[in-house]
């Protein structure tokens, strides 16, 4: 089944404690970028990946970090959490050869952080 | 530069009854438009996508979205609300080769 996984779903976490948030795709998708998703803000991007090791700063890159060393996998980073970092955050992947430019994302199921 | 704007953050409609949620954009180029839509506890699934070949878009469980250029609108509507169709709903527009601006949201509430 083509998915986009993100893992953990949930983790409580503390302020200056590092996570990793795993994203990891099975369709061979060129690009890939992580959201968050705060309530009447809609999802605001942080960072993209458009191939192996190209990334580039989303709307809301502040705090984080991403990598990008396999096509299947896209990590996000926070080396140091705050509160403000308490979000909804979503993996999202998508093909890069589709001819009408429409390119769709397929997202991941989510993954809701709270940092105490 | 590319935006979408989401009128009405909640929206109820009675079971059987017409849903419209409204989406208007801002696009200085001809705009790729989606709807998706997150079930609770789930992901965003794509709707439907505007890319210029017909105005009036069709897409999954019923729902439709008509393209007017005039209104810069990308309006979505269901003749006849679900309850299953209780979800929260974004329209979003790509604003670039890899950007693409998601509304805020609206959340549909399905009265029995």
């Known amino acids: 089944e083509a998915q986009v996984t993100q893992n953990p779903r949930y983790l409580i976490t503390v302020t200056g404690k590092k996570l990793t948030v795993t994203c990891s795709q099975n369709m061979n998708h060129e690009y890939m970028s992580w959201y968050r998703q705060d309530p009447g803000l809609g999802l605001r991007q942080i960072y993209y990946s458009m191939n192996v090791e190209v990334t580039d700063k989303g709307d809301v890159p502040e705090g984080y970090k991403v990598s990008r060393k396999e096509k299947r996998n896209f990590p996000l980073i926070l080396e140091s959490p705050s509160p403000n970092q308490t979000s909804l955050y979503f993996c999202?992947?998508?093909?890069?050869?589709?001819?009408?430019?429409?390119?769709?994302?397929?997202f991941g199921a989510g993954s809701r952080l709270t940092v105490l | 530069a590319q935006s979408v704007t989401q009128l009405g953050s909640h929206v109820s409609v009675s079971e059987g009854a017409l849903v419209l949620l409204r989406c208007n954009y801002s696009?200085?180029?001809?705009?790729?438009l989606f709807w998706y839509v997150q079930y609770p506890n789930q992901g965003l699934q794509l709707l439907l996508k505007?890319?210029?070949?017909?105005?009036l878009v069709k897409g999954i469980n019923g729902f439709e979205a008509e393209f007017k250029k005039s209104e810069t609108s990308f309006h979505l509507t269901k003749p006849s609300a679900h309850m299953s169709d209780a979800a929260e709903y974004f329209c979003?527009?790509?604003?670039?080769?890899?950007?693409?601006?998601f509304g805020t949201g609206t959340r549909l509430k399905v009265l029995a």
């Open positions: 505007y890319t210029s070949a017909a105005t």
């Open positions: 696009s200085s180029v001809p705009p790729y």
């Open positions: 979003a527009v790509r604003a670039g080769t890899y950007k693409y601006i």
């Open positions: 999202a992947s998508s093909s890069d050869r589709v001819v009408t430019g429409a390119n769709v994302l397929t």
